[in-house]
């Protein structure tokens, strides 16, 4: 049973690690808007999926690791991810009677509610032009949340048979 906890633990580091080099990997700078939040997305599954193990200290420590790499102020990240984890666990109960487009919905909102603090904390930090751009790396990945659900429910499914 513990070997079985623990290989569930190490995957979930894996996909959250595999999302943190999606989210810093090098686009073109005309094509940087349109990359989804991949962090976001996989924070919010795992939240969502096993919010027993994953929580607001996840999304402390990844959001941390990703103000180390993209050279932000530290925290910025660290709580921009925090909140976004805290938010999935008020919305939790709800989340999971909901179908796959209203999961959608309510992913588009979380994320757009973080990148709208992302922003903001941007703005004090120093001079940066705010438009509503920044909300289209969270319609996307509203757009891919279907998609991912189902591809990791079928996973669950294919290594519970095996």
Known sequence: MAAVARLSLLWVWLTLLLALCLRVMPMADGWQVWRPDWLGLMLLYWCMKQPERVGVFHGFILGLLLDLIEGAPLGQNALSLSLLAFLSALVYPR?????LIQQAVLIFVLLGLVQLVNQWLRTLFGP??????????????????PWLATLFKALGRRSANE
Do not use: E, G, K, V
């Open 95 to 99: 989340f999971r009677t909901y179908s």
């Open 128 to 145: 940066f032009s705010m438009h509503l751009s920044f909300l289209l790396p969270s319609l996307i990945s509203a757009a891919l949340w």
